[in-house]
Every structure is written in C-alpha cells, then in structure tokens.
C-alpha cells in the first residue's frame, strides 16, 4: 500500500521557520522524483520545489521561495524534507507531497502551515 505522510506544519509567525517532513512506503522511494506543492484557500494547487530521483541532483524552486526554502531527500529513510526559513503570510497553505515517475504519481494527504502574527 502506498503512503505518503506530511507532518511538520503548524503555526508560525512571520521570519519563523518550520521543516516539513514526508516519509515514503510502498513504493521504491529512490526511483521517484519528490515534489512539494502548496495550496491557498480559493487558490490552485501549485508546484514549489522539485528534486530528482536517486542522487538528488537536479533542485528546482518556484522563484517566490528561493534563497529561503531548501528541499532535500534521504533515500535510506524514505523521506523527503522542505526546510523553510523566513517565512512569510504569504507562505500560509496545506502542503503537499507528490511522487512522480513516468505515469505513477502519489499524492499525500497535506500538512497546513500557517504564518500568522
């Protein structure tokens, strides 16, 4: 059975920093490109950070978030981290882990972040 499960999000306020966490199961973890994605209320679903299968060498960020998010995976834990840093109001959303390979896609159930004075 496949199993993505974000944890890490909470309440934060703004310049704060939180580290979401998304531990794999099920599937060949290594062989999978990871990618989180967030999602505003009334808003789309959109891509933040992607890194490749295996060694992890190819990072993308969407431009909002660079310089302060950083995503990273350790394959011998199944997990995929998005450490985030100076966050902003605007950062506020559910966070989504996604899997990707070929034509498989796995989606978790999504952790809220919420930065708020």
């Known amino acids: 059975q496949v199993q993505l499960v974000e944890s890490g999000g909470g309440l934060v306020q703004p310049g704060g920093s939180l580290r979401l966490s998304c531990a794999a199961s099920?599937?060949?973890?290594?062989?999978?490109?990871m990618r989180w994605y967030r999602q505003g209320a009334g808003k789309e679903r959109k891509l933040v950070a992607s890194i490749t299968s295996t060694t992890g060498s190819i990072i993308h960020y969407v431009d909002s978030v660079k310089g302060r998010f950083t995503i990273s995976r350790d394959n011998a834990k199944n997990t995929v981290y998005l450490q985030m840093n100076s966050l902003k109001p605007e950062d506020t959303a559910v966070y989504y882990c996604?899997?990707?390979?070929?034509?498989?896609?796995?989606w978790g159930q999504g952790t809220q972040v919420t930065v708020s004075s």
């Open positions: 099920g599937f060949t973890f290594s062989s999978y490109a």
């Open positions: 996604n899997a990707h390979a070929l034509s498989n896609a796995y």
